[in-house]
């Protein structure tokens, strides 16, 4: 399984949750299984985004997707965006 493992500060984050929500990026059709949403504890604007995929080459497509979006969102409501794509390679529950 491949990820999006993406990171930004948002201006406030409920607008940006709305946004998320209304899905610009189309996560369904592009090829999104289920996703993570993390918050920092000291600066709630401070959000982490995991998006799980089938494949790394979707993964990688769907990074490309939501660059323009980033891009596109109101003046500082999404600032030093950046993403990445991983696979897990070890995972443990204790």
Excluded: C
């Excluded at 995929?53 to 969102?73: G, H, I, N, Q, Y």
């Excluded at 999404?78 to 990445?84: D, F, K, L, R, Y």
């Amino acid at each position: 399984m491949a990820h999006v493992h993406a990171e930004f500060t948002v201006s406030e984050y409920g607008q940006w949750k709305a946004m998320f929500d209304s899905d610009p990026a189309g996560r369904q059709a592009g090829g999104v299984r289920s996703y993570r949403i993390s918050r920092g504890i000291n600066d709630p604007n401070h959000v982490l985004l995991d998006l799980n995929f089938d494949d790394v080459p979707t993964a990688e497509a769907f990074l490309e997707r939501l660059k323009p979006v980033w891009a596109s969102a109101p003046a500082g409501a999404i600032q030093n965006a950046t993403g990445v794509v991983v696979e897990a390679v070890d995972e443990v529950q204790l």
